[in-house]
């Protein structure tokens, strides 16, 4: 089993930043894809960027991407999100991800073994 810890969310005014990390505990995740999904208010989940086991693979949702960054320590089982230049649309419930293969390309919700509680990000305009 592996367990997820999110944190680092917040609110930010629109063009800030900010940077998410999530734990994992139980299992290593080195040889997991981990990665982040959001929700908004009265959305579904949505895919915003997942990063390969050896961390040299990653895909990001076309909304985030040149905005955010993802990157791993596999040392400290880590995974972060650097989030620049957040606008409005940008706030959700940021949640970290873990697939039990090294590298995936898959964006739907259901490929995904391991999820964790979510972290709060608003964005004020």
């Known amino acids: 089993q592996v367990h997820l810890t999110e944190s680092g969310g917040g609110l930010v005014q629109a063009g800030g930043s900010l940077r998410l990390s999530c734990a994992a505990s139980g299992r290593t995740t080195s040889s997991h894809t981990m990665g982040w999904f959001r929700q908004a208010p009265g959305k579904e989940r949505e895919f915003v960027v997942t990063?390969?086991?050896?961390?040299?693979?990653?895909i990001y949702a076309d909304s985030v991407k040149g905005r955010f960054t993802i990157s791993r320590d596999n040392a400290k089982n880590m995974v972060h999100l650097q989030m620049n230049s957040l606008q409005p649309d940008d706030t959700a419930v940021y949640y970290c991800?873990?697939?039990?293969?090294?590298?995936?390309?898959?964006?739907?919700?259901?490929?995904?073994?391991?999820w964790g509680q979510g972290t709060q990000v608003t964005v004020s305009s």
């Open positions: 991800v873990a697939k039990s293969l090294p590298w995936t390309t898959s964006r739907f919700t259901d490929d995904f073994d391991y």
């Open positions: 990063i390969s086991q050896s961390g040299v693979y990653s």
